[in-house]
């Protein structure tokens, strides 16, 4: 359940990064970025805490993903190797397939499918999993389904049963979005109908979520935006846990009005080792 509140922030706080950082008519479109973590304040960075660590990404003149790259540093040669880890593909200006690479084979190991209706709203997302470059069906074989009335969007989970050789479901998850459509409350279900947990959010009159409420460890995390929308505060509290931890963001902006650095200063209440600082750096190249 940890991992599905962690998710949850994640996702917020990449929200928040994409709302300072959108693209507005006087900027020019991001061709490349190259994002690398380091440790500050006494804090080790590993792949636990940042799973790929730097990463190096390529967009298409929309402003679309079209690749990401693992970055890791090869001793031997002494230099960054980049290694393919995501392509993107688009039908319709709509998201149509991911592939994912692993980086030492170089081979693709998952495929996302994405599909829509006439209105172009997601219908079904189809997780394929590969090996050896064949499509196989194991315990990661996914798809879901995605259903909408009005405010209303319910997604059907099915995952495979390699004993029963079929797929079963195994969670409903329903949203509830405001008129501006935010994401107000979600709510999971286990197969069986039984609530696994509910997530609520609020939102400031500029969209941006201030207050997320979650059922997984009964959490609540608040947060506070500089004067370039950009995350400045992140504080959660749980009635389960007795530690409360906080984040501060501070940030270096280019001519463009995008962070080239983030710092962030992590403190938690009793201190423990997941304390310290997270300095992320971001180089990027803009289409002329």
Do not use: C
Not at 14 to 39: C, N, S, W
């Amino acid at each position: 359940m940890r991992k599905k509140t962690v998710a949850f922030a994640l996702m917020f706080l990449l929200y928040t990064l994409a709302f300072g950082q959108g693209i507005q008519k006087t900027k020019p479109v991001i061709k490349t970025e190259e994002i690398t973590y380091h440790g500050i304040d006494g804090r080790h960075i590993s792949r636990i805490d940042k799973q790929g660590l730097d990463e190096y990404k390529e967009y298409n003149s929309d402003g679309t993903v079209a690749k990401i790259y693992v970055v890791e540093f090869d001793k031997k040669k002494n230099k960054n190797i980049y290694n393919l880890n995501e392509r993107y593909f688009y039908e319709k200006g709509k998201l149509s397939k991911i592939e994912k690479i692993g980086a030492i084979t170089g081979e693709k190991h998952e495929e996302l499918l994405f599909s829509y209706n006439e209105k172009m709203q997601l219908i079904k997302k189809i997780e394929n999993q590969f090996e050896d470059n064949k499509l196989v069906m194991n315990e990661l074989s996914v798809y879901t389904d995605y259903f909408y009335n009005e405010n209303e969007e319910t997604e059907k989970r099915f995952e495979y049963d390699g004993t029963k050789q079929e797929f079963l479901l195994t969670s409903v998850v329903k949203k509830i979005y405001d008129l501006n459509k935010n994401m107000i409350h979600e709510k999971t279900e286990n197969f069986d109908g039984n609530i696994s947990g509910v997530v609520s959010i609020t939102y400031d009159n500029l969209n941006r979520p201030i207050e997320m409420r979650s059922s997984y460890f009964k959490e609540t995390i608040n947060y506070k935006y500089n004067s370039h929308g950009d995350l400045e505060e992140e504080k959660t509290t749980s009635e389960k846990r007795p530690t409360i931890e906080s984040s501060n963001y501070s940030y270096i902006y280019d001519n463009y009005g995008n962070w080239i650095e983030q710092k962030e200063i992590i403190r938690r209440n009793p201190t423990d080792e997941f304390e310290g600082g997270l300095l992320v750096k971001r180089k990027i190249e803009y289409y002329e």
